[in-house]
Protein backbone atom coordinates (compact mmCIF):
# COMPACT_ATOMS: atom_id res chain seq x y z
CA UNK A 1 0.00 0.00 0.00
CA UNK A 2 1.87 3.04 -1.13
CA UNK A 3 -0.80 5.51 -1.08
CA UNK A 4 -1.29 8.42 1.04
CA UNK A 5 -4.04 7.67 3.92
CA UNK A 6 -5.43 11.27 4.84
CA UNK A 7 -7.32 9.84 8.04
CA UNK A 8 -7.63 6.34 10.29
CA UNK A 9 -10.23 5.55 12.23
CA UNK A 10 -8.86 3.10 14.63
CA UNK A 11 -10.51 0.91 17.43
CA UNK A 12 -13.52 0.39 15.30
CA UNK A 13 -15.64 -2.25 17.95
CA UNK A 14 -17.27 -3.38 14.60
CA UNK A 15 -17.74 -2.57 11.21
CA UNK A 16 -21.42 -3.58 9.71
CA UNK A 17 -21.50 -2.80 5.96
CA UNK A 18 -23.40 -4.59 3.03
CA UNK A 19 -20.85 -5.08 -0.04
CA UNK A 20 -21.33 -4.19 -4.03
CA UNK A 21 -22.32 -1.92 -6.70
CA UNK A 22 -26.26 -2.99 -7.15
CA UNK A 23 -29.24 -3.45 -4.85
CA UNK A 24 -29.65 -6.26 -2.84
CA UNK A 25 -32.83 -8.36 -2.76
CA UNK A 26 -34.13 -11.63 -1.17
CA UNK A 27 -31.18 -13.19 1.14
CA UNK A 28 -28.69 -11.18 -0.08
CA UNK A 29 -30.54 -8.05 1.24
CA UNK A 30 -29.17 -9.52 4.83
CA UNK A 31 -26.29 -10.97 3.48
CA UNK A 32 -23.74 -7.78 5.06
CA UNK A 33 -20.01 -8.19 6.54
CA UNK A 34 -19.19 -8.04 10.21
CA UNK A 35 -16.03 -6.99 11.22
CA UNK A 36 -15.13 -6.69 14.92
CA UNK A 37 -11.56 -4.45 16.09
CA UNK A 38 -11.68 -3.21 12.56
CA UNK A 39 -10.14 0.08 10.79
CA UNK A 40 -10.34 2.19 8.18
CA UNK A 41 -8.35 4.05 6.01
CA UNK A 42 -9.26 7.45 4.20
CA UNK A 43 -7.37 9.01 0.90
CA UNK A 44 -8.71 11.61 -0.98
CA UNK A 45 -12.24 11.56 0.28
CA UNK A 46 -12.57 8.03 -0.73
CA UNK A 47 -12.25 4.16 1.39
CA UNK A 48 -9.20 3.00 0.98
CA UNK A 49 -9.07 0.23 3.55
CA UNK A 50 -11.72 -1.40 5.15
CA UNK A 51 -11.08 -4.57 7.43
CA UNK A 52 -9.54 -5.93 10.59
CA UNK A 53 -6.55 -4.08 12.54
CA UNK A 54 -3.47 -4.16 11.31
CA UNK A 55 -4.59 -4.02 7.39
CA UNK A 56 -4.13 -0.49 6.86
CA UNK A 57 -0.90 1.49 7.36
CA UNK A 58 -0.51 4.96 9.49
CA UNK A 59 -2.07 8.44 8.86
CA UNK A 60 -0.76 11.57 9.49
CA UNK A 61 -4.37 11.68 11.56
CA UNK A 62 -5.57 9.01 13.18
CA UNK A 63 -9.20 8.95 15.49
CA UNK A 64 -10.36 6.74 17.89
CA UNK A 65 -13.70 4.89 17.98
CA UNK A 66 -13.03 4.19 21.38
CA UNK A 67 -14.69 0.66 19.94
CA UNK A 68 -17.92 1.56 18.73
CA UNK A 69 -19.92 0.71 16.00
CA UNK A 70 -19.32 1.59 12.34
CA UNK A 71 -21.88 1.85 9.67
CA UNK A 72 -21.80 3.10 5.80
CA UNK A 73 -23.96 6.49 5.92
CA UNK A 74 -27.20 6.46 5.94
CA UNK A 75 -29.05 7.44 2.18
CA UNK A 76 -32.67 8.75 2.60
CA UNK A 77 -33.96 7.54 -1.07
CA UNK A 78 -37.06 9.98 -0.90
CA UNK A 79 -37.68 13.30 0.53
CA UNK A 80 -39.70 16.51 0.06
CA UNK A 81 -37.03 18.83 1.27
CA UNK A 82 -38.13 21.96 -0.33
CA UNK A 83 -41.19 23.65 0.94
CA UNK A 84 -43.17 26.23 2.56
CA UNK A 85 -44.89 26.86 5.99
CA UNK A 86 -45.71 23.73 7.72
CA UNK A 87 -48.92 22.17 8.01
CA UNK A 88 -49.08 20.84 11.79
CA UNK A 89 -52.49 21.86 12.02
CA UNK A 90 -54.11 19.01 9.92
CA UNK A 91 -53.22 17.09 12.64
CA UNK A 92 -56.50 17.46 14.60
CA UNK A 93 -58.71 17.34 11.23
CA UNK A 94 -57.04 13.87 11.06
CA UNK A 95 -58.18 13.17 14.64
CA UNK A 96 -61.78 13.88 13.57
CA UNK A 97 -61.84 11.32 11.36
CA UNK A 98 -60.64 13.41 8.19
CA UNK A 99 -58.62 11.45 5.63
CA UNK A 100 -55.86 12.21 3.31
CA UNK A 101 -57.76 13.28 0.60
CA UNK A 102 -60.81 14.41 2.33
CA UNK A 103 -58.37 17.05 3.47
CA UNK A 104 -56.95 17.31 -0.14
CA UNK A 105 -59.96 17.95 -2.13
CA UNK A 106 -61.07 21.06 0.47
CA UNK A 107 -57.84 22.69 -0.36
CA UNK A 108 -55.49 21.41 2.60
CA UNK A 109 -52.58 18.84 1.90
CA UNK A 110 -50.54 19.23 -1.05
CA UNK A 111 -52.23 22.53 -2.15
CA UNK A 112 -51.81 23.95 1.32
CA UNK A 113 -48.09 23.58 0.87
CA UNK A 114 -48.25 24.61 -3.08
CA UNK A 115 -49.75 27.58 -1.97
CA UNK A 116 -47.20 28.58 0.94
CA UNK A 117 -44.00 27.26 -1.04
CA UNK A 118 -45.37 29.78 -4.30
CA UNK A 119 -45.47 32.76 -2.07
CA UNK A 120 -42.01 31.79 -0.16
CA UNK A 121 -38.85 33.48 -1.90
CA UNK A 122 -36.05 31.41 -2.60
CA UNK A 123 -33.82 32.59 0.00
CA UNK A 124 -36.44 31.53 2.41
CA UNK A 125 -36.43 28.37 1.05
CA UNK A 126 -32.37 27.80 0.89
CA UNK A 127 -32.08 29.13 4.22
CA UNK A 128 -34.66 26.61 5.81
CA UNK A 129 -33.67 23.36 3.53
CA UNK A 130 -29.95 24.14 4.49
CA UNK A 131 -31.15 24.02 8.66
CA UNK A 132 -32.98 20.73 7.73
CA UNK A 133 -30.02 18.99 6.18
CA UNK A 134 -27.37 19.96 8.74
CA UNK A 135 -30.22 17.95 11.29
CA UNK A 136 -30.27 15.07 8.87
CA UNK A 137 -26.49 15.11 8.90
CA UNK A 138 -25.79 15.50 13.02
CA UNK A 139 -28.32 11.94 12.45
CA UNK A 140 -26.57 9.88 10.03
CA UNK A 141 -27.60 10.71 6.59
CA UNK A 142 -25.47 11.53 4.18
CA UNK A 143 -27.29 11.27 1.22
CA UNK A 144 -30.77 12.36 0.08
CA UNK A 145 -33.14 12.77 -2.56
CA UNK A 146 -34.95 15.69 -2.71
CA UNK A 147 -38.30 15.97 -4.89
CA UNK A 148 -40.14 19.26 -6.14
CA UNK A 149 -43.40 19.08 -6.36
CA UNK A 150 -45.18 21.68 -4.27
CA UNK A 151 -44.98 24.66 -7.10
CA UNK A 152 -47.21 22.99 -9.55
CA UNK A 153 -46.40 25.63 -12.41
CA UNK A 154 -43.79 26.28 -14.79
CA UNK A 155 -42.62 29.26 -12.62
CA UNK A 156 -42.76 27.52 -9.09
CA UNK A 157 -41.57 24.40 -10.07
CA UNK A 158 -38.51 25.93 -11.11
CA UNK A 159 -37.96 28.22 -8.11
CA UNK A 160 -38.18 24.90 -6.36
CA UNK A 161 -35.30 23.25 -8.77
CA UNK A 162 -33.16 25.84 -8.52
CA UNK A 163 -33.28 25.90 -4.65
CA UNK A 164 -32.62 22.14 -4.59
CA UNK A 165 -29.85 22.50 -6.66
CA UNK A 166 -28.19 25.47 -4.59
CA UNK A 167 -28.67 22.64 -1.76
CA UNK A 168 -27.15 20.11 -3.43
CA UNK A 169 -23.92 22.64 -4.63
CA UNK A 170 -23.56 24.32 -0.73
CA UNK A 171 -25.23 21.88 1.23
CA UNK A 172 -23.22 19.17 3.52
CA UNK A 173 -24.83 16.17 1.91
CA UNK A 174 -24.79 15.31 -1.70
CA UNK A 175 -28.51 15.25 -3.15
CA UNK A 176 -30.30 13.83 -5.99
CA UNK A 177 -32.97 15.84 -7.61
CA UNK A 178 -36.59 14.35 -8.35
CA UNK A 179 -39.14 16.73 -10.91
CA UNK A 180 -42.52 15.75 -9.58
CA UNK A 181 -44.42 18.46 -11.23
CA UNK A 182 -47.01 16.02 -11.56
CA UNK A 183 -47.47 15.27 -7.37
CA UNK A 184 -51.39 16.45 -7.65
CA UNK A 185 -53.76 18.99 -9.87
CA UNK A 186 -53.69 22.40 -8.59
CA UNK A 187 -56.42 24.13 -7.94
CA UNK A 188 -56.53 26.79 -11.31
CA UNK A 189 -56.89 23.31 -13.19
CA UNK A 190 -59.25 21.84 -11.34
CA UNK A 191 -61.55 21.32 -14.03
CA UNK A 192 -58.76 20.55 -16.64
CA UNK A 193 -56.80 17.50 -15.52
CA UNK A 194 -55.57 17.24 -19.70
CA UNK A 195 -54.57 20.42 -19.89
CA UNK A 196 -52.30 19.95 -16.50
CA UNK A 197 -51.27 16.89 -17.73
CA UNK A 198 -50.04 18.40 -20.86
CA UNK A 199 -48.60 21.83 -19.04
CA UNK A 200 -46.32 18.91 -16.97
CA UNK A 201 -45.72 17.12 -20.00
CA UNK A 202 -45.15 19.44 -22.79
CA UNK A 203 -43.62 22.39 -20.76
CA UNK A 204 -42.61 21.70 -17.26
CA UNK A 205 -40.38 18.75 -18.09
CA UNK A 206 -38.79 19.88 -21.45
CA UNK A 207 -37.94 23.32 -19.57
CA UNK A 208 -36.47 21.00 -16.10
CA UNK A 209 -34.38 18.68 -18.76
CA UNK A 210 -32.88 21.59 -20.49
CA UNK A 211 -32.05 23.83 -17.84
CA UNK A 212 -30.52 20.39 -16.20
CA UNK A 213 -32.41 20.75 -13.07
CA UNK A 214 -33.27 16.98 -12.27
CA UNK A 215 -32.16 13.61 -12.80
CA UNK A 216 -34.93 12.20 -12.16
CA UNK A 217 -38.83 12.61 -13.33
CA UNK A 218 -41.48 11.16 -10.78
CA UNK A 219 -45.53 11.49 -10.67
CA UNK A 220 -48.10 10.54 -7.88
CA UNK A 221 -50.25 7.71 -9.42
CA UNK A 222 -53.47 7.25 -7.00
CA UNK A 223 -56.68 7.98 -6.43
CA UNK A 224 -57.24 11.46 -6.30
CA UNK A 225 -53.76 12.11 -7.85
CA UNK A 226 -53.15 11.22 -11.55
CA UNK A 227 -54.74 7.39 -13.54
CA UNK A 228 -52.43 4.95 -14.94
CA UNK A 229 -53.24 6.45 -18.17
CA UNK A 230 -51.85 10.30 -16.82
CA UNK A 231 -48.85 8.71 -14.71
CA UNK A 232 -47.72 6.67 -17.64
CA UNK A 233 -47.24 9.83 -20.43
CA UNK A 234 -45.77 12.01 -17.61
CA UNK A 235 -42.96 9.25 -17.02
CA UNK A 236 -42.98 8.47 -20.98
CA UNK A 237 -42.31 12.69 -21.45
CA UNK A 238 -39.53 12.25 -18.83
CA UNK A 239 -37.46 9.59 -20.42
CA UNK A 240 -37.54 11.70 -23.70
CA UNK A 241 -36.34 14.11 -22.25
CA UNK A 242 -33.40 11.81 -20.83
CA UNK A 243 -34.79 11.88 -17.11
CA UNK A 244 -34.49 8.35 -15.29
CA UNK A 245 -38.33 7.48 -13.60
CA UNK A 246 -39.40 7.22 -10.49
CA UNK A 247 -43.08 6.67 -9.60
CA UNK A 248 -45.13 7.24 -5.79
CA UNK A 249 -47.60 4.20 -6.73
CA UNK A 250 -50.02 1.71 -4.71
CA UNK A 251 -50.50 3.73 -1.43
CA UNK A 252 -54.52 4.34 -0.71
CA UNK A 253 -55.47 2.20 -3.40
CA UNK A 254 -54.79 -1.04 -5.43
CA UNK A 255 -54.43 0.62 -9.02
CA UNK A 256 -51.83 -1.40 -10.68
CA UNK A 257 -49.05 1.20 -10.16
CA UNK A 258 -46.45 -1.73 -9.41
CA UNK A 259 -47.49 -2.99 -12.31
CA UNK A 260 -47.05 0.28 -14.17
CA UNK A 261 -43.75 1.52 -12.85
CA UNK A 262 -41.94 -2.00 -13.65
CA UNK A 263 -43.71 -1.48 -17.53
CA UNK A 264 -42.26 2.06 -17.47
CA UNK A 265 -38.99 1.35 -16.75
CA UNK A 266 -38.60 3.14 -13.40
CA UNK A 267 -35.41 3.03 -11.38
CA UNK A 268 -37.54 2.80 -7.98
CA UNK A 269 -41.29 2.50 -7.01
CA UNK A 270 -42.35 4.05 -3.84
CA UNK A 271 -44.65 3.37 -1.22
CA UNK A 272 -46.66 0.64 -2.41
CA UNK A 273 -48.91 -0.07 0.40
CA UNK A 274 -51.69 -1.84 -1.75
CA UNK A 275 -49.06 -3.27 -4.51
CA UNK A 276 -50.99 -6.41 -5.60
CA UNK A 277 -48.96 -9.91 -5.96
CA UNK A 278 -48.64 -9.42 -9.43
CA UNK A 279 -47.00 -5.74 -9.00
CA UNK A 280 -44.42 -7.19 -6.48
CA UNK A 281 -43.67 -9.99 -8.92
CA UNK A 282 -43.59 -6.93 -12.14
CA UNK A 283 -41.45 -4.91 -9.97
CA UNK A 284 -38.93 -7.96 -8.78
CA UNK A 285 -38.30 -9.01 -12.43
CA UNK A 286 -37.25 -5.69 -12.90
CA UNK A 287 -34.57 -3.31 -12.10
CA UNK A 288 -36.59 -1.21 -9.67
CA UNK A 289 -35.68 -0.53 -5.96
CA UNK A 290 -38.96 -0.52 -3.51
CA UNK A 291 -38.59 3.01 -1.52
CA UNK A 292 -40.66 1.79 1.62
CA UNK A 293 -41.87 4.55 3.72
CA UNK A 294 -42.74 3.53 6.89
CA UNK A 295 -43.18 6.42 8.87
CA UNK A 296 -45.87 8.07 6.39
CA UNK A 297 -48.06 5.05 7.82
CA UNK A 298 -46.75 5.52 11.10
CA UNK A 299 -47.64 9.19 10.71
CA UNK A 300 -51.25 8.29 9.34
CA UNK A 301 -52.24 5.40 11.25
CA UNK A 302 -52.47 3.05 7.96
CA UNK A 303 -51.13 -0.40 6.79
CA UNK A 304 -47.69 -1.18 6.13
CA UNK A 305 -46.60 -2.48 2.82
CA UNK A 306 -45.51 -5.97 2.80
CA UNK A 307 -41.51 -6.06 2.88
CA UNK A 308 -41.63 -9.55 3.82
CA UNK A 309 -43.25 -10.56 1.02
CA UNK A 310 -41.43 -8.01 -1.36
CA UNK A 311 -37.84 -9.36 -0.20
CA UNK A 312 -39.21 -12.94 -0.57
CA UNK A 313 -39.77 -12.25 -4.47
CA UNK A 314 -36.05 -11.07 -4.86
CA UNK A 315 -37.30 -7.26 -5.22
CA UNK A 316 -34.83 -5.05 -3.33
CA UNK A 317 -36.32 -2.74 -0.40
CA UNK A 318 -34.91 0.63 0.57
CA UNK A 319 -36.24 2.40 3.92
CA UNK A 320 -36.68 5.97 3.43
CA UNK A 321 -38.53 8.82 5.66
CA UNK A 322 -40.63 10.20 3.09
CA UNK A 323 -39.80 13.73 4.82
CA UNK A 324 -42.27 16.24 3.97
CA UNK A 325 -44.72 18.66 5.91
CA UNK A 326 -47.58 17.30 6.02
CA UNK A 327 -47.92 13.06 5.94
CA UNK A 328 -43.94 12.02 7.35
CA UNK A 329 -43.03 15.36 9.41
CA UNK A 330 -39.48 13.32 10.40
CA UNK A 331 -35.90 13.74 8.84
CA UNK A 332 -34.28 10.73 11.25
CA UNK A 333 -33.92 8.05 9.70
CA UNK A 334 -33.42 6.21 12.02
CA UNK A 335 -37.04 5.97 13.28
CA UNK A 336 -37.91 4.20 10.12
CA UNK A 337 -35.31 2.29 10.59
CA UNK A 338 -36.63 1.09 14.17
CA UNK A 339 -40.36 1.14 12.38
CA UNK A 340 -38.82 -1.27 9.37
CA UNK A 341 -37.88 -4.17 12.01
CA UNK A 342 -41.09 -3.54 14.03
CA UNK A 343 -43.66 -3.23 11.77
CA UNK A 344 -42.19 -4.64 8.28
CA UNK A 345 -40.46 -7.57 10.05
CA UNK A 346 -36.80 -7.13 8.99
CA UNK A 347 -33.95 -7.80 10.59
CA UNK A 348 -31.17 -5.82 11.39
CA UNK A 349 -28.90 -7.03 8.72
CA UNK A 350 -31.70 -6.43 6.09
CA UNK A 351 -32.61 -2.92 7.26
CA UNK A 352 -29.26 -1.69 7.59
CA UNK A 353 -29.09 -2.55 3.83
CA UNK A 354 -32.17 -0.94 2.79
CA UNK A 355 -30.92 2.44 4.48
CA UNK A 356 -27.63 2.21 3.14
CA UNK A 357 -26.56 0.15 -0.49
CA UNK A 358 -30.41 -0.34 -1.16
CA UNK A 359 -31.03 3.38 -0.77
CA UNK A 360 -28.05 4.30 -2.87
CA UNK A 361 -29.38 2.11 -5.79
CA UNK A 362 -32.40 3.75 -6.00
CA UNK A 363 -30.54 6.98 -6.57
CA UNK A 364 -28.50 5.25 -9.31
CA UNK A 365 -25.61 6.08 -6.64
CA UNK A 366 -24.69 2.41 -5.40
CA UNK A 367 -21.15 2.59 -7.22
CA UNK A 368 -20.26 5.92 -5.20
CA UNK A 369 -21.74 4.84 -1.59
CA UNK A 370 -23.84 3.03 0.02
CA UNK A 371 -21.33 0.76 2.00
CA UNK A 372 -17.69 0.77 3.45
CA UNK A 373 -14.97 -0.44 1.05
CA UNK A 374 -12.04 0.75 -0.58
CA UNK A 375 -12.92 3.43 -3.83
CA UNK A 376 -16.12 4.38 -2.30
CA UNK A 377 -17.08 7.29 -1.17
CA UNK A 378 -15.60 7.77 2.39
CA UNK A 379 -19.18 8.41 4.08
CA UNK A 380 -19.34 6.75 7.57
CA UNK A 381 -21.62 7.00 10.81
CA UNK A 382 -19.98 6.41 14.01
CA UNK A 383 -22.64 4.71 16.38
CA UNK A 384 -23.15 5.24 20.42
CA UNK A 385 -23.56 1.34 19.91
CA UNK A 386 -21.39 -2.00 20.15
CA UNK A 387 -23.48 -3.87 18.17
CA UNK A 388 -25.92 -3.40 15.21
CA UNK A 389 -28.64 -4.90 17.17
CA UNK A 390 -28.36 -1.68 19.31
CA UNK A 391 -29.45 1.33 17.29
CA UNK A 392 -32.38 -0.69 15.87
CA UNK A 393 -33.38 -1.65 19.69
CA UNK A 394 -33.16 2.23 20.98
CA UNK A 395 -35.79 4.93 19.40
CA UNK A 396 -36.76 8.34 19.99
CA UNK A 397 -33.85 9.63 19.14
CA UNK A 398 -30.23 9.76 17.51
CA UNK A 399 -28.08 7.46 18.73
CA UNK A 400 -25.53 8.86 15.83
CA UNK A 401 -22.27 9.83 17.89
CA UNK A 402 -20.38 11.33 14.47
CA UNK A 403 -21.25 11.61 11.00
CA UNK A 404 -18.06 10.97 8.56
CA UNK A 405 -18.49 13.02 4.78
CA UNK A 406 -16.31 12.57 2.33
CA UNK A 407 -13.36 11.41 4.47
CA UNK A 408 -13.93 14.14 7.07
CA UNK A 409 -15.66 14.18 10.85
CA UNK A 410 -18.57 16.81 9.89
CA UNK A 411 -21.45 16.76 12.80
CA UNK A 412 -20.65 15.20 15.91
CA UNK A 413 -17.65 14.56 18.06
CA UNK A 414 -14.94 11.64 18.42
Known amino acids: MSAQIDLKLKNIGLLATPYGGRAKGGRDQGAISFVPDAEVGISGGRFFYAGPRGGCPGAAREIDCGGRLLTPGLVDAHTHLVFGGWRHGEMARRLSGDSY ?36 LSQGTTTAECKSGYGLSLSAEMKQLRVMERLAREGPLDLALTFMGAHALPLEYAGDRAGYVSLVCDEMIPAVAEAGLARFCDVFCETGAFSLEESARVLRAGREHGLLCKAHVD ?45 TSFCLDKDYARARDMIAAGLPVAICTDFNPGSSPCL ?36 ETGSVEAGKRADAVLWEARDLDYIFYRFGGS ?15 I
Not at 109 to 136: D, H, N, P, Y
Not at 399 to 413: F, M, P, Q, S, Y
Request: proline content about 2%; hydrophobic content about 50%.
Open 101 to 136: LDILKSGGGIIETVRRTREAGEEELFEKGLALLAEM
Open 251 to 295: EIDAMGGAEMAAEAGCVSAEHLVRASDEGIRALASSDAVACLLPT
Open 332 to 367: NLQFPMYLACLKYRMTPAEALTAVTLNGAAALGLCA
Open 399 to 413: LARATIKNGEVVAGN
